[in-house]
């Protein structure tokens, strides 16, 4: 099973290291990030997880993609602090029928809450690109999370590309009878796909449960077996939370 997100990563040190431990590391480190208190430390951690991203050979077009709907949700967040909370007018926008007044404090609290979600989504992101999805699903298995909740996820995760190659099959198709040309016929045909995937994933869903049903399936899977953990990883992982640690203190 490939990593989460990334391809080109298996001979980095950091996706050696037991899903388990990096799980630890940055479970602590978003809760730092959220309970941090200016936006120093949660910029900091981003930038640290983003170096970390490209030494895992992520290409910047995957980042971007990866953070562009964080960062939207970031500057809108931004923006709707800005204009709604505070009462030390920081400038005002003049336009002809109103003024828009733009808060200072509502600056101050709206980039530290977009540093929080740019912080958070950095650690994710990088923990995916070095966790293969097999290895983070037993991971969350061993801290006890619900065995129905991982066997969904893998399933999920096992017939998302399926679904994704049928929609580019269909997609193709449509495009090829000019199914985008214009407004009309473009909302039309992307009925179409969304309705014939519908279809695809109960049919592959029944495919799947009795192909497994005849296989013996007894309602659990089986998932990887875990090596001890050994203080060569628990050490280092450690003395990372308690440097970032003391960095959330200042």
């Known amino acids: 099973m490939k990593n989460i997100s990334s391809q080109n990563s ?29 936006f120093i430390f949660p910029l900091l951690t981003a930038g640290i997880c983003l170096g970390l991203c490209l030494t895992l050979k992520v290409r910047i077009r995957t980042l971007l993609t990866r953070f562009a709907e964080p960062l939207l949700i970031a500057a809108v967040v931004l923006l709707m602090k800005t204009l709604g909370t505070g009462n030390t007018p920081l400038w005002s926008v003049h336009l002809p029928f109103m003024d828009i007044p733009l808060y200072k404090e509502g600056l101050f609290e709206g980039f530290r809450l977009a540093s929080r979600i740019i912080g958070g989504v950095a650690v994710v992101a990088a923990v995916g690109f070095a966790t293969s999805f097999t290895e983070l699903l037993a991971a969350l298995s061993w801290f006890r999370i619900p065995r129905e909740v991982t066997e969904v996820a ?23 009878r000019l199914g985008y040309v214009g407004i009309r016929r473009s909302f039309r045909s992307f009925g179409t796909l969304a309705g014939a995937l519908v279809i695809k994933a109960f049919d592959a869903s029944q495919t799947m449960t009795t192909s497994m049903v005849q296989r013996g399936y007894d309602g659990t899977m089986p998932l990887l077996r875990h090596r001890p953990l050994h203080w060569g990883e628990l050490l280092p992982a450690a003395a ?8 959330w203190k200042l």
């Not at 050696?16 to 990096?22: E, G, L, Q, S």
């Not at 893998?154 to 090829?176: C, E, P, T």
């Open 10 to 38: 298996s001979n980095h040190p950091l996706s050696h290291v037991d899903a388990r431990v990096k799980l630890l590391v940055a479970l602590s480190l978003l809760l730092m990030v959220v309970s941090s208190k200016g």
């Open 154 to 176: 893998l399933f999920a995760w096992r017939y998302l590309f399926v679904l994704a190659d049928d929609a580019q099959v269909i997609h193709s198709a449509q495009k090829n």
């Open 240 to 247: 990372i939370v308690t440097i970032m640690g003391a960095l």
